[in-house]
């Protein structure tokens, strides 16, 4: 491990002065796992990068391809919002579902035994992005939003 | 009621069920995902159970192996609130199809998957 650490720090150092970029199995190694992500939802993360592999009429009844755009948006709506809740409240936010949706969208799905929240972010860029949830009882959260935005709307269900 | 050359659409039955083909990859923890409710044309594709069984919805299938047919309660799909059509393909030599009409929005996904059922075994004659 320590000489890791010393190949990590040369590395840091080199990129700062050379813009040198490090192996990323270097750093994996050696820095903390960011906090505000748990480890299942950094796996989903990773899992959800499988989407943008669906080729076109992937279901066998037409579905388009997810373009690698749209996933990107999912993912750092998902990133983002996950760090916002761990700097505001020090919790790690709850592992959705990162699902291809209708005609080339994505959905990110909390389902648990306290909530279930659908968030479609859509394939078109301009195109804002919906969301329907609900702690299966009278709290309900449903509207459009900017995706690049925090949208604190979703804390009603989220801090339920 | 039913037409005298058979392909005449009828009125279903709020306690009836839909069979619902869901494509391997939308499925997740035993469950559909919301991405499974959409559209192909003018609603989304169902099988009434009158005239279907579940192996026979997922038969019609381009790839059969790729699906698994889920059932949904028609009075909880009304409710969401989608309108539930029987529509008979003669084409296709399907009496039971069935088209599911209404936005599927977020919202509208969520509560439709919500009307999933386990599969009942239709009763002959009722």
Redesign the interface.
Known sequence: MPELITCAARYKKADTRASVAAPRSVFRNVFPKERSLSESLTRELERARRISN?PED??????RPIDGDVLERALSFVRNHARWFFAEYGEQLDTP?I?????GSI?V?WENESY?L???IPADPTSPS?????NYSDAVV?GSFDSTKINRGFLLLWKS | MSGSDGWTPEEIPDADHLYLRVHRNHARKGKPAPGAFRDHGGGMSTDWWKYSSPEETKARARIPEDKRVVSLHVERVRSVPMNVLHTPDRERENRAHTDVVGEKNAESRVKLRRAITDIPIPIPGQ
């Open positions: 669906l992937w279901d066998g009844e037409g579905a579902s699902e291809p949706g209708p005609d959905d799905h279930e659908l968030v479609s919906t969301y329907y949830g609900d449903k």
